[in-house]
């Protein structure tokens, strides 16, 4: 697997967290369902778009499973023991909490502009 360093945004889509982490679509979300840590931003078509913490949480899941060949029950145990820091009130959380409303806001356009 070739690792790519992600560009700096705030929200990343399926599709481009597939690529930069070389995995594909169906994986990541077995791992959604196995490891409930990774909550990708769904909108309201539900498609699924990551924040930075999931990104770095996902390249952390790949490590274990594919370099040091851990298995889903020992993944989950290192999973209890990785806290990445909770830091809500960071701008980088707000951005991205502006960027989802505006995502919406722009379905809510193209919704009421067609009609």
Same mark, same amino acid.
């Given at each position: 697997?070739?690792?790519?360093?992600?560009?700096? @945004? &705030? #929200?990343?889509?399926? *599709?481009?967290?597939?690529?930069?982490?070389? !995995?594909?679509?169906?994986?990541? %979300?077995?791992?959604?369902?196995?490891?409930?840590?990774?909550?990708?931003?769904?909108?309201?078509?539900?498609?699924?778009?990551?924040?930075?913490?999931?990104? @770095? &949480? #996902?390249?952390?899941? *790949?490590?274990?499973?594919?370099?040091?060949? !851990?298995?889903?029950?020992?993944? %989950?145990?290192?999973?209890?023991?990785?806290?990445?820091?909770?830091?809500?009130?960071?701008?980088?959380?707000?951005?991205?909490?502006?960027?989802?409303?505006?995502?919406?806001?722009?379905?809510? *356009?193209?919704?009421?502009?067609?009609?």
């Amino acid at each position: 697997m070739r690792i790519q360093v992600p560009p700096k @945004k &705030l #929200i990343y889509p399926l *599709r481009e967290v597939c690529r930069l982490s070389g !995995l594909s679509d169906k994986v990541i %979300k077995r791992w959604e369902k196995q490891y409930p840590q990774i909550k990708p931003i769904r909108n309201r078509a539900s498609n699924r778009s990551y924040l930075e913490k999931d990104l @770095k &949480l #996902i390249f952390y899941i *790949r490590d274990l499973v594919y370099v040091h060949k !851990l298995d889903a029950d020992t993944v %989950k145990e290192k999973l209890k023991a990785y806290h990445p820091a909770k830091d809500f009130e960071s701008d980088a959380y707000l951005k991205a909490v502006i960027a989802e409303i505006k995502m919406e806001v722009d379905e809510i *356009r193209t919704v009421l502009d067609s009609e």
